[in-house]
């Protein structure tokens, strides 16, 4: 019994921190939900491809606009056959990115045109650059931007189409814009698709819409480029399941057949 004792008291002592501690604690304000507008992609239903034209054009905005900011450090260029290019595409595609190619003999780094095996090119050495030149935020890696945010695809759409001017009581923060489907309603990054933002090759209007939309095609097959093949595998596995349990019940009836039940 006296060797319980200081476990007891131990216990005590335990609860009433905690409940001293409890009071201490004033309840976080509740966040606002943000509703998303749904939108219809062509790979969301269970039969879903990407649309490779659009996939194309979202590369497109990409390379011309996003990619001055945002990295894609899980890509190479020779990914991009994913989405439809060919290999000579590719390799026009990858020379016009200058990369690191490591160290000359004398120890120095040198760079140079890219090549289909090399990463996409970052847009800062580093992070303390990265931040310096974006008022001290750092711009998010985008290859699987698409899986990282709650809403996905639509999170991404609502966010590019977001940006309006804020309302007359809400007090902005310096070099913050305005942004209707952004978490606090505050973001460093200005917005960036325009009306004529890039011209696409095969005429599609560029609008600040089409754009948005093609973009996040583009980031949802580099977050999820098997999907496709995921898609064809899960129907082949349920079709062969259906038909191995129609064989194996009438098996089982063939079996049972002279049995008097």
């Not at 008022?135 to 590019?160: F, H, K, M, T, W």
């Amino acid at each position: 019994m006296r060797a319980q004792l200081p476990v007891l008291v131990r216990s005590l002592v335990a609860g009433f921190a905690l409940l001293a501690g409890s009071a201490l604690v004033v309840p976080a304000p509740a966040e606002e939900t943000i509703t998303l507008p749904k939108q219809t992609w062509s790979f969301d239903s269970l039969f879903g491809t990407y649309d490779l034209a659009s996939a194309q054009r979202g590369f497109q905005i990409y390379a011309e606009v996003c990619s001055n900011c945002h990295s894609m450090n899980q890509m190479f260029y020779r990914n991009l056959s994913g989405i439809g290019l060919s290999p000579e595409q590719i390799k026009g595609i990858a020379a016009g990115f200058e990369v690191p190619l490591g160290l000359n003999d004398a120890g120095e780094p040198v760079s140079g045109p890219a090549t289909p095996s090399s990463r996409f090119r970052n847009p800062f050495p580093n992070e303390k650059v990265a931040r310096a030149v974006n008022n001290g935020a750092l711009p998010p890696d985008q290859s699987l931007i698409v899986n990282a945010r709650e809403g996905g695809a639509n999170y991404i759409y609502a966010l590019l189409t977001g940006y309006a001017d804020p309302p007359a009581d809400m007090k902005m923060q310096s070099g913050m814009n305005y942004n209707k489907y952004f978490p606090g309603h505050q973001i460093a990054m200005r917005q960036p698709l325009a009306d004529g933002q890039v011209d696409y090759a095969d005429k599609t209007k560029n609008t600040p819409d089409q754009e948005a939309r093609d973009v996040t095609t583009f980031l949802a097959w580099a977050a999820n480029p098997e999907l496709v093949e995921r898609k064809k595998m899960g129907v082949r596995i349920a079709l062969f399941l259906v038909l191995m349990t129609g064989i194996t019940y009438a098996v089982k009836r063939q079996i049972w057949s002279d049995v008097d039940h």
